[in-house]
């Protein structure tokens, strides 16, 4: 719930205001003449948590004295009917949902214009099968290992969670060897991985196996695999260099 505080004199055009808006979370405070504090009914109904309010044409003291009940975020010295901040206040503009893409388009995004990140054979064969919920997740991991890869200095990986907001694993039931025929050689498993969800169908528990290898004098970030949970065990994936 929010509030708006008023004058007296335009309480009736603050709540005609609200009404025409078809604002429903907003509750009009009347600031009386000649008190400098709500009553005690009003205080019942701000509660404790300082929810938001904004406050037109109220004594200086009045507005001294609620300050630590609501949080103002709006204020005006009069009231008028087609205050556009006013207006705003009441009835914020929407914002834009922006829907995460596909994860196989935010790997592709990702690997644009990036040697250094690379994809093993068929490692995102089932990236598409993961739950629509955790597409978000899946474009804020691929463009943290894009920019580990381009050398960005991104601190310590146990931390990844706390800064970027995608976690780390260092160890598991799962892991994965990388293979280079054009190398002839097979580098040892890794059980790094980034994930989101635990306890949970596979779907939902997303994850994204890689490493970092040195290979031909470059350092690589390897994709080894990215999708649903995979069941436990030890793969062998082969990259292409």
């Known amino acids: 719930m929010r509030f708006l505080f008023v004058y007296q004199d335009y309480a009736d055009k603050a709540r005609k205001l609200v009404e025409t808006l078809a604002v429903n979370d907003v509750t009009v405070i009347v600031a009386r003449k000649k008190e400098d504090y709500p009553s005690r009914e ?3 109904l701000i509660g404790i948590r300082q929810p938001p309010a904004a406050i037109c044409q109220v004594v200086r003291r009045y507005k001294k004295n609620i300050g630590d009940l609501v949080d103002i975020e709006y204020e005006a010295k009069t009231f008028r009917e087609n205050d556009l901040q006013l207006k705003e206040w009441l009835q914020p503009t929407p914002v834009a949902v922006v829907q995460p893409l596909r994860p196989s388009e935010a790997f592709a995004n ?13 490692a995102l064969a089932a990236v598409d099968e993961i739950h629509q919920r955790r597409w978000a997740f899946i474009q804020s991991a691929s463009m943290l290992l894009r920019r580990h890869a381009q050398g960005e200095d991104l601190g310590p990986m146990r931390d990844w969670e706390a800064q970027f907001g995608v976690a780390f694993a260092a160890n598991g039931q799962v892991s994965y060897c990388c293979d280079v025929p054009s190398r002839k050689h097979k580098w040892p498993a890794s059980e790094w991985h980034l994930k989101e969800g635990d306890k949970t169908s596979a779907d939902d528990a997303p994850r994204i196996y890689f490493d970092v290898l040195e290979i031909d004098g470059q350092r690589r970030v390897i994709v080894s695999y990215a999708g649903p949970h995979p069941k436990d065990g030890e793969y062998t994936v082969t990259i292409d260099i």
């Not at 644009?112 to 994809?119: S, T």
């Open 110 to 122: 990702a690997l644009a214009g990036c040697e250094n990140l690379i994809i093993a054979r068929q």
């Open 42 to 44: 009003e205080l019942n």
